[in-house]
């Protein structure tokens, strides 16, 4: 009687049998992969089915049935993909692309990417702020340099049409139109001042240009409060004018939160792994988190911050090396060259490349421009949100990743299909610019939530012992739920909205929350003295 398990002779997993009839169609394709990759092996040694899986994915993927995007990946069978755009592992709906939305990004400088420009050339504006707003600098000689790379990569995961990828990896903003500007100066530095006069050339223009978001995947030196900050003070005047703004958190844990991130109206992105998987149970990202000096905690949302395919600039030692590479692995497929086969592909997961043109990449810089582009597809469903608007369907709508503190992650991780679905009512109604609204002149504080589906919605908190009944809200037009409360003392209170009888809902639209010690926030409602 044989043992209970095998072991598979090339992957050493153990499996309940080994294969050891083959076909004489593509299996035969697949024994001679096989022998090139493992010349010890012989048929009547067996392998598993997982195996042969792989390895007939190869096969696949040199038929160009599925895009040369590499062998180095765990890939099981010839459906998966070896990077997964990031529209696909978001479920994000393909019938909304940004069309006829301009996001501006402001970074460290640029390139005209195929992705951007070959099937329709959709940058509107280029202006370099480091040189006294030189115009149309993506056609001078001095745009190939690292300083592009960096803006290059956060526009295509953006709004790239994956032109160099035969539409595999396309961002869901991929019809939006563009405006890039350039803050790096020519000693490599990305300078407040650089970065503020960028912001105010977008006051400026934002009415010619028709730009509706700023994504900002930098931030500045300044870590104080948003009152003191010229950065955060030309955001929240864009954003008062109906402009979305987005930033990156950063990538340290224990860093601080900087300008234009710690905005109170700034919708601050932090990062989530799902480890380049559909079915997973996501992790967190090492973003940075915590509370401003407003107190005011930080981020709001989280989107996937590593395994995200973006394209190598061209004309860089990567650009090189990456094309070379690939060309090497195409020749290796006779037995004089497979020697250095195990060597190509360990440089090829060195260097990060996924093929020829991309390369996998990481860092909240990726996330932020990722929520741009659902900012861009709630646009196009619903040209009329306003930046509040905006900002409470992607808070709603979002999910917690459970097992890790809300401080982290904010209100969660995006949800681009259900967000679209809630911008699609077109008579959503805006919540107020600040909430809850504190009204001296009345002496009485104005809270709202928005819920299409509640039946009953009430307000607790501490300032009435969290009573689950007390403060009914009165509903309104097309889920639009208020109530008004006559002024407290001053002092600083918590609260929470109880809907239906049933769950507990955080004021998204209330900058200022704080951990629950339940996976959640309290809203805090501050009084000052009069």
Same mark, same amino acid.
């Given at each position: ?5 095998l072991i598979c002779p090339l992957c050493n997993d153990k499996v309940d049998r080994l294969v050891y009839a083959y076909h004489l169609g593509g299996e035969r394709q697949v024994l001679e992969r096989i022998r090139l990759n493992h010349p010890g092996w012989a048929e009547n040694d067996g392998i ?174 300044? =870590? ?9 003070? !030309? &955001?929240?005047? *864009?954003? %008062?004018?109906?402009? @979305? ?118 860092? =909240? ?9 659902? !900012? &861009?597809?709630? *646009?196009? %469903?619903?040209?009329? @949100? ?139 409602? @501050?009084?000052?003295?009069?």
């Amino acid at each position: 009687m044989g043992p209970a398990t095998l072991i598979c002779p090339l992957c050493n997993d153990k499996v309940d049998r080994l294969v050891y009839a083959y076909h004489l169609g593509g299996e035969r394709q697949v024994l001679e992969r096989i022998r090139l990759n493992h010349p010890g092996w012989a048929e009547n040694d067996g392998i598993c089915h997982r195996c042969v899986d792989y390895y007939h994915t190869e096969i696949v993927i040199l038929q160009r049935i599925l895009p040369e995007i590499g062998p180095h990946f765990p890939v099981k069978s010839a459906d998966d993909f070896i990077i997964l755009p990031t529209g696909l592992r978001l479920n994000a709906d393909q019938r909304f692309t940004g069309k006829n939305i301009t996001i501006c990004f402001i970074d460290s400088g640029f390139y005209p990417h195929p992705d951007l420009v070959s099937s329709h050339n959709r940058i509107k504006a280029a202006v370099d702020i480091s040189r006294a707003y030189q115009y149309d600098f993506l056609n001078s000689s001095g745009n190939s340099g690292n300083d592009a790379w960096h803006g290059t990569m956060t526009s295509v995961v953006c709004a790239g049409d994956g032109y160099l990828s035969n539409g595999l990896y396309k961002g869901i903003a991929c019809d939006a139109e563009l405006v890039l500007l350039k803050v790096q100066d020519q000693q490599g530095a990305i300078t407040t001042d650089n970065i503020v006069k960028a912001l105010q050339w977008v006051l400026d223009n934002y009415k010619q240009y028709h730009i509706r978001i700023v994504n900002i995947s930098l931030g500045s030196e300044e =870590t104080g409060s948003f009152r003191e900050s010229r950065i955060d003070k !030309l &955001a929240e005047e *864009l954003i %008062a004018k109906g402009i @979305l703004v987005v930033a990156a958190v950063g990538n340290d844990e224990q860093g601080m939160i900087r300008s234009p991130a710690n905005s109170p109206n700034v919708i601050t992105v932090g990062g989530m792994d799902d480890e380049n998987k559909l079915a997973s149970s996501n992790r967190l990202y090492h973003s940075s988190f915590g509370r401003t000096p407003d107190d005011i905690q930080k981020p709001e949302l989280i989107a996937p911050a590593i395994w995200l395919a973006a394209p190598i600039l061209p004309g860089t030692e990567e650009y090189t090396e990456s094309g070379m590479l690939h060309e090497l692995l195409k020749g290796s497929e006779t037995e004089e060259t497979a020697a250095n086969r195990s060597n190509i592909v360990s440089r090829l997961q060195t260097g990060k490349y996924i093929s020829k043109y991309y390369m996998h990449v990481d860092g =909240t810089s990726f996330a932020a421009p990722i929520v741009s582009a659902v !900012l &861009a597809q709630l *646009l196009e %469903a619903n040209p009329e @949100l306003t930046p509040s608007a905006a900002r409470e369907i992607l808070f709603s709508t979002a999910k917690r990743v459970e097992g890790f503190p809300a401080e982290r992650q904010g209100f969660g991780a995006i949800q681009p299909k259900k967000a679209l679905l809630k911008a699609l009512r077109n008579q959503h109604i805006s919540p107020p610019e600040q909430s809850p609204l504190v009204n001296t002149r009345n002496k009485v504080v104005e809270f709202y939530v928005h819920n299409d589906w509640a039946t009953e919605i009430s307000l607790a908190g501490s300032f009435n012992n969290w009573a689950e009944d007390e403060l009914p809200l009165e509903p309104g037009r097309h889920g639009a739920w208020k109530i008004s409360i006559p002024i407290l003392k001053p002092g600083r209170y918590y609260y929470k909205f109880h809907v239906d009888q049933s769950c507990w809902l955080e004021d998204v639209n209330n900058p200022m929350r704080e951990p629950d010690g339940f996976n959640g926030f309290n809203s805090v409602l @501050l009084i000052n003295p009069q």
